[in-house]
C-alpha cells in the first residue's frame, strides 16, 4: 500500500520553512527522499534507517519515527531551487530493496 | 560517469505494437530496478534484478509486459501488444549503497 504524504501541494516565499510528512500503514525498515523537477528523473536526497535517526544537510533535514511509521522531511529557509515534487520511498524488509514510494507533495517556492 | 542512459528518450506508437525500452545502468551497480510514473498511480515499482536475475516482478501489469538483463550493463523492458492505457514515462535506476540513480526516463504514448 502506497504510503500517503502531506501537505499533497504547498507554496512557499524565498526564505520560508516547510515540512513533508510521509506515513505507511506498515512498519519501515529505511526511508529515502527524492526530489524530482518537472520533466526530470527523481534525485536522491537522503535515506533514514530504523532507529530513529534524523539526517540533513545543508538546510534540507529529516527524521524517522518507527513507532509512527513516519518520516518528515524539513525545508529551512526555501530556495528557489527547491521548487519540484518530493517522494518518499519506504523500504519494509530489510535487504529487499523493494521501495514503495508515496503520493507525493508538490512544492512551489515563489521569489 | 554518464549515469543512468535511457533509450529511446521518447516512444509515440500505435496500439497493438511492441514497444522495447532500453536501460544501461551505471557500471558496477548490481541492482537495476524499471519504474512507471503516471499521475493516476505515480512511481510505481515494476520489477528489479539483483546480478542481472530478476528478484521481484510483481507489479508488472500484465503478460504483456516483460524484462530482461542479459548483461549488467544492458536491460530491456518490453511491451506486447502496447495499448492505450500503457501510456507513461518509463525510468530505469540502478541502485549503489543505498542510492538509487534514476535514468532520465523514456516518455512513452500509445494511441
Known amino acids: 500500500q502506497q504510503p500517503v504524504q502531506s501537505p499533497q501541494a504547498v507554496i512557499l516565499r524565498e526564505g520560508e520553512d516547510a515540512v513533508i510528512n510521509c506515513s505507511s500503514s506498515?512498519?519501515?525498515?529505511?526511508v529515502h527522499w527524492y526530489r524530482q523537477k518537472h520533466g526530470e528523473a527523481p534525485v536522491f536526497l537522503m535515506i533514514?534507517?530504523?532507529?530513529?535517526e534524523q539526517k540533513g544537510h545543508d538546510k534540507i533535514s529529516a527524521s524517522f519515527n518507527e513507532k509512527k511509521q513516519q518520516s518528515s522531511l524539513y525545508l529551512t529557509a526555501s530556495q528557489l531551487s527547491y521548487s519540484g515534487t518530493y517522494f518518499c520511498g519506504t523500504e519494509t524488509t530489510s535487504g529487499t530493496y523493494k521501495y514503495i514510494f508515496g503520493t507525493g507533495t508538490r512544492l512551489k517556492v515563489l521569489a | 560517469d554518464a549515469g543512468v542512459i535511457q533509450s529511446p528518450r521518447h516512444e509515440v506508437t500505435e496500439m497493438g505494437q511492441e514497444v522495447t525500452l532500453r536501460c544501461k545502468p551505471i557500471s558496477g551497480h548490481d541492482y537495476l530496478f524499471w519504474y512507471r510514473q503516471t499521475m493516476m498511480r505515480g512511481l510505481e515499482l515494476l520489477i528489479y534484478?539483483?546480478?542481472?536475475?530478476?528478484?521481484?516482478d510483481s507489479g508488472m501489469p500484465e503478460d504483456r509486459f516483460s524484462a530482461k538483463m542479459p548483461n549488467a550493463s544492458f536491460s530491456t523492458l518490453k511491451i506486447q501488444p502496447s495499448e492505450p492505457r500503457d501510456s507513461a514515462v518509463y525510468f530505469c535506476?540502478?541502485?549503489?549503497?543505498?542510492?538509487?540513480?534514476f535514468g532520465p526516463g523514456t516518455r512513452l504514448l500509445v494511441l
Open positions: 534484478f539483483n546480478n542481472n536475475v530478476p528478484i521481484d
Open positions: 535506476a540502478s541502485r549503489d549503497r543505498g542510492i538509487q540513480y
Open positions: 533514514l534507517l530504523k532507529g530513529g
Open positions: 506498515k512498519a519501515l525498515y529505511s
